[in-house]
């Protein structure tokens, strides 16, 4: 419990529950779609950028909780390839999300040795949010504890296609056979690799879907929702997500 109260200090109300933990069972990567900032704040009679903000804030809870489990990877989904369909003022906002969280958290983040990256297409995102990620990657590339994923500006599909494109250029320059394509080669395509696939999916809101997010990747995934929307999801919730997985039997189509 040492970095955790590191970070927040005192007694946290996810004690009980990381107690009921089994430390020889941690999901390896741990995925999360970070969903319902913008009900949040309607909720509360305030603009939906509020709760962009307090969902912002967080990402440091999770991620630290994420960091005393030993956890490999945690990825979040950000900002999908769809959510430039989001009104312009929303995006904007967004889009200067990393501005503020970075420079106000790198230190802890170096501190705890995570290191921070990013999933999905450099193209398209503004200078300044691609400074900040990449600032954050460089400052946080020694690191070798938990892994902080971003998926930003990414989507599942186009992902697929991409890759599919690239290997059919292979095979059309000769460099590749037919018979050479398969499960392993085309994961390599992908832009998670060489991440593992998540073992488990956390979706806030209480929506029950995936939502173009790592549809190759999560094919074996266990998945867990709940109602609560990601500015009210805390570690406690986090960690009796992780003892409901681990609860549960991986069978991976087999018996």
Same mark, same amino acid.
């Given at each position: 419990?040492?970095?955790?109260?590191?970070?927040?200090?005192?007694?946290?109300?996810?004690?009980?529950?990381?107690?009921?933990?089994?430390?020889?069972?941690?999901?390896?990567?741990?995925?999360?779609?970070?969903?319902?900032?913008?009900?949040?704040?309607?909720?509360?009679?305030?603009?939906?950028?509020?709760?962009?903000?307090?969902?912002?804030? /967080?990402?440091?809870? &999770?991620? *630290?909780?994420?960091?005393?489990? !030993?956890?490999?990877?945690? $990825? @979040?989904? +950000?900002?999908?390839?769809?959510?430039?369909?989001?009104?312009?003022?929303?995006?904007?906002?967004?889009?200067?999300?990393?501005?503020?969280?970075?420079?106000?958290?790198?230190?802890?983040?170096?501190? /705890?040795?995570?290191? &921070?990256? *990013?999933?999905?297409?450099?193209? !398209?995102?503004?200078?300044? $949010? @691609?400074? +900040?990620?990449?600032?954050?990657?460089?400052?946080?590339?020694?690191?070798?504890?938990?892994?902080?994923?971003?998926?930003?500006?990414?989507?599942?599909?186009?992902?697929?296609?991409?890759?599919?494109?690239?290997?059919?250029?292979?095979?059309?320059?000769?460099?590749?056979?037919?018979?050479?394509?398969?499960?392993?080669?085309?994961?390599?395509?992908?832009?998670?690799?060489?991440?593992?696939?998540?073992?488990?999916?956390?979706?806030?809101?209480?929506?029950?879907?995936?939502?173009?997010?790592?549809?190759?990747?999560?094919?074996?995934?266990?998945?867990?929702?709940?109602?609560?929307?990601?500015?009210?999801?805390?570690?406690?919730?986090?960690?009796?997500?992780?003892?409901?997985?681990?609860?549960?039997?991986?069978?991976?189509?087999?018996?």
């Amino acid at each position: 419990m040492k970095q955790f109260k590191r970070w927040f200090g005192g007694r946290s109300e996810g004690d009980e529950a990381l107690a009921g933990i089994d430390m020889d069972n941690i999901p390896d990567h741990v995925a999360v779609i970070m969903d319902g900032n913008g009900r949040w704040a309607q909720k509360r009679g305030l603009p939906r950028v509020a709760g962009h903000h307090s969902g912002m804030k /967080n990402v440091k809870k &999770i991620t *630290m909780a994420a960091n005393t489990l !030993g956890i490999r990877v945690l $990825t @979040l989904y +950000a900002f999908s390839t769809e959510n430039w369909k989001r009104p312009k003022e929303e995006v904007d906002y967004l889009m200067k999300l990393p501005m503020e969280f970075f420079p106000k958290e790198i230190d802890e983040l170096v501190a /705890n040795n995570v290191q &921070i990256r *990013m999933t999905g297409w450099r193209e !398209g995102l503004p200078d300044y $949010t @691609l400074k +900040a990620v990449e600032d954050a990657i460089e400052r946080t590339r020694h690191n070798d504890g938990l892994i902080l994923n971003f998926a930003l500006n990414y989507g599942s599909r186009k992902e697929m296609i991409a890759g599919i494109r690239s290997i059919a250029e292979r095979v059309k320059r000769n460099e590749l056979e037919l018979e050479d394509i398969d499960e392993s080669l085309f994961a390599k395509t992908l832009l998670t690799d060489p991440l593992p696939d998540p073992d488990l999916l956390i979706r806030t809101s209480g929506e029950l879907r995936i939502s173009n997010f790592m549809l190759w990747q999560l094919a074996y995934s266990e998945l867990w929702f709940t109602d609560l929307y990601w500015p009210d999801f805390t570690e406690k919730e986090f960690y009796e997500a992780i003892i409901e997985y681990q609860r549960r039997a991986r069978r991976y189509g087999g018996l």
